[in-house]
C-alpha cells in the first residue's frame, strides 16, 4: 500500500524567512496530493492542493511542488509569519472516489520572531 | 454550502465504559466518511472509512467499530474503553467530482476530545 514520509519532523525559521517542507510517497499511482494545516488543538485544514498533471500550484506566499518521476513534493511558504506556526500535514490518494488518502507524519513548523 | 457536525467537543470516560460518537454532514449526498483518531502530539490514523450505507472498511484492529445507519451520518461506537484510546477524534468526509470540489478532497470536523481515566 501507499507510504507517506514526511520531513523534517520539526522545523523552526526566523519570521519573513521561507520555510520548505519535504513528502516522498511510494504508490505509483498516487495522482492527488493536498496539504493541511493543523493549529493547536484545531482540526486539519486543506490549505492546498495538487493534481499529477501540473508540477507546481502556488497560491499567494504558499506554493507546492510535485516530481512524479522520483515520487516526491513539496511545500514552499514564503515570508513567513506568526501565524504559519503550525503542523502540517502532507498527503498522497489515488484520487477515485473510494480511495483513501494517506497522511505523512507531520512537521511542527515554528515562527521565530 | 456542505458542514460537518461532531459531538460531543469533549468527553471523559472510565476505563471499561462504552463510547458512542456521532458525525453528521450536511449540504451533500453519498459522501465517503472517515474517522481518523490523533494521539497529543502525534499523526492521524486512519481508523474506518465507508463508501456509503452500510459499508465499513476498517484500517487497524482494535476495540472500536463503526456504523453507518444512514447516508449522512457516521457513528463510532466501542464497548469498553481502555486507555489508549484516549485522543483527538476526527471525522472527515470527501465527494466524487463535482463542480468546484475536486476529487478526494478531505474535509474534516471540528473533532472530539476522548479522555480516558
Known amino acids: 500500500g501507499e507510504n507517506v514520509e514526511q520531513h523534517p519532523s520539526t522545523l523552526s525559521v526566523q519570521e519573513g524567512d521561507s520555510a520548505v517542507i519535504k513528502c516522498t510517497y511510494s504508490?505509483?499511482?498516487?495522482?492527488?496530493f493536498p496539504w493541511y494545516k493543523q493549529e493547536l488543538g484545531k482540526r486539519p485544514q486543506l490549505i492546498i492542493d495538487i493534481r499529477s498533471n501540473v508540477g507546481e500550484k502556488k497560491d499567494q506566499r504558499i506554493a507546492v511542488t510535485l516530481n512524479k518521476t522520483a515520487k516526491h513534493f513539496s511545500l514552499h511558504i514564503t515570508e513567513t509569519q506568526p501565524e504559519d506556526s503550525a503542523v502540517y500535514f502532507c498527503?498522497?490518494?489515488?484520487?477515485?472516489?473510494?480511495?483513501?488518502?494517506?497522511f505523512g507524519s507531520g512537521t511542527r513548523l515554528s515562527i521565530r520572531p | 454550502s456542505q458542514t460537518i457536525h461532531q459531538w460531543p467537543a469533549t468527553l471523559v470516560q472510565p476505563v471499561g465504559s462504552p463510547l458512542s460518537l456521532e458525525c453528521t454532514v450536511e449540504?451533500?449526498?453519498?459522501?465517503?466518511l472517515y474517522w481518523y483518531r490523533q494521539a497529543a502530539g502525534r499523526g492521524l490514523q486512519l481508523l474506518f472509512y465507508s463508501v456509503g450505507i452500510g459499508q465499513i472498511s476498517s484500517e487497524v484492529p482494535q476495540n472500536l467499530s463503526a456504523s453507518r445507519p444512514q447516508d449522512r451520518q457516521f457513528i463510532l461506537s466501542s464497548k469498553k474503553l481502555l486507555l489508549s484510546d484516549s485522543g483527538f477524534y476526527l471525522c472527515?468526509?470527501?465527494?466524487?467530482?463535482?463542480?468546484?470540489?475536486?476529487?478526494?478532497?478531505?474535509?474534516f470536523g471540528p473533532g472530539t476530545r476522548l479522555t480516558v481515566l
Open positions: 472527515a468526509w470527501s465527494v466524487l467530482p463535482s463542480g468546484r470540489v475536486s476529487y478526494n478532497e478531505q474535509f
Open positions: 498527503a498522497a490518494s489515488r484520487g477515485s472516489s473510494a480511495s483513501k488518502i494517506i
Open positions: 504508490d505509483s499511482a498516487s495522482n492527488y
Open positions: 449540504g451533500t449526498s453519498n459522501p465517503n
